[in-house]
C-alpha cells in the first residue's frame, strides 16, 4: 500500500510517500481501506515534533479518516465487510490502509456524506461537543464567543453552539472565510485584525461580555479574552494556535468569577467512559441532522500532502483540508 511516511522530524517536506505492506487485522481489530484523511493543526506539530503526543519515527500521520472495512480480525462483530467507516488513529491514517481495534469506536458514514466530509468530522466534533456541552455547559441563548473560527475545531463549534441556541460570536483574521463561518451559523463575526472584539463582544452582549469562550488560539487572544467574559464566564482552553499558552491575571478571574476549564476532548473520553458513550450515542444523531457537517475547502491526492500541509500551515484552509486516497 502507498503511505506517507514520517522518518525525521521537520517542516513538511520531510515527508514521503513510501511503499509499505498491507496490516493484518489481528483479533479484535479492523482493516479499513482508507479513501480520504482529513489534515489537522496537530498533525503538523508531530511531524515537526512540537506536539506533546511524539510517536517514534518512522511514522505514518494523520489522526482521523474515512473509509470501508476491507477485513475483519478473529472476534469482531456487529460490523460487515463493505461498511463505510469513520475512524481515529493516532498516528497512521495517512495512507491506503490502516488497522483500528474494534472497540475504538468508529461510526458509521451518514448517508449522504461523501468520504471526505466523513474524515473531517470526528476531531472537529469531539472538540467542539466536549468543550461545549461536557465542560461548559452551554444553554439556550447564552453568548458563546468562538475564536479560531475558520479553522476545523471553531468551525465545529460555531455550528453546535448555534445547534444549541446560543448566540454565536465568531472571531478569525479574513473576510472571506469569516463569510463561510457565517454561512456556517455564526450571528456576528469579527476579524481580529481589523477590529478589537473585545468592545464588541461586549456591545453585542448588551454590556454583559461572552458567557462561554472557546479558544483554540492562546498566546494574547485568551489574555483579552478575559476581558469580555461575563460575570460567572466559562473560558474553554481548547489549543494554541498563536504559538504559545497564555499568562492570566488572576485577579480578573476572582472579581468576575470565571471558571477557566481545560479540554482535552478525546483524552477526556478515555479517563471517564461516560463521555465515550456519549459521542457514540450523540454523533451518528447529529451528523444525521447535518449538525458539525464538515465544510472542506482543500483537496488533494495522497502525494501532495506536503501541500495539503502548507495550506494549513499559511492558513488558507477554512473549516478542513483533506487527502483524497
Ligand atoms: N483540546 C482538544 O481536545 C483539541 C482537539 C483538537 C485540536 N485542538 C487544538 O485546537 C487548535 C486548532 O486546531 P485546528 O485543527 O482547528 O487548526 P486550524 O484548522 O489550522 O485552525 C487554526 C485557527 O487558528 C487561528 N489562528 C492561527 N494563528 C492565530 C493567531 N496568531 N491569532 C489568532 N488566530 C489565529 C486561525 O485563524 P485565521 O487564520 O483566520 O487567523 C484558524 O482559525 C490547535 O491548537 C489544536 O492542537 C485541541
Known sequence: MRAVLCETLGDPSVLRIAELPVPEPKAGEILIRVHAASLNFPDVLMVAGGYQHKPALPFIPGMEAAGEIAALGPGVTGWTVGDGVIFGKRPGCFAEYAVVAADSQPMKVPVGWSFAEASAFRVAATTAYNGLIHRAGLKRREVLLVHGATGGVGMAAVQLGKHLGAQVIATGGDDAR?????????????????????????????????DVIYDPVGGETFERSLRCAAFGGRLLVIGFTSGG???LKSN???????????????????????????????????AAQGVM??????????????DAMRVV???????????EI
Not at 469569516?178 to 461586549?202: C, H, M, W
Not at 470565571?258 to 444523531?285: N, T
Not at 500551515?313 to 487527502?323: F, S, T, W
Request: aromatic letters at 8%; a positive charge.
Open 252 to 286: 480578573h478571574i476572582l472579581i468576575k468569577c470565571l471558571s477557566v476549564i481545560g479540554v482535552r476532548a478525546g483524552e477526556h473520553a478515555r479517563h471517564y467512559k461516560p463521555f465515550a458513550d456519549d459521542y457514540a450515542r450523540e454523533f451518528p444523531r447529529l
Open 293 to 306: 457537517r464538515p465544510h472542506i475547502s482543500h483537496r488533494f491526492p495522497l502525494e501532495r500532502v506536503a
Open 178 to 210: 469569516l463569510e463561510v463561518v457565517r454561512a456556517q451559523g455564526a450571528d456576528f463575526v469579527i476579524n481580529y485584525r481589523s477590529t478589537d472584539f473585545v468592545p464588541l463582544v461586549k456591545d453585542l452582549s448588551d454590556g454583559r461580555g461572552a
Open 245 to 247: 499558552p497564555s499568562t
Open 313 to 323: 500551515l499559511e492558513r488558507k484552509v477554512v473549516g478542513k483540508a483533506v487527502l
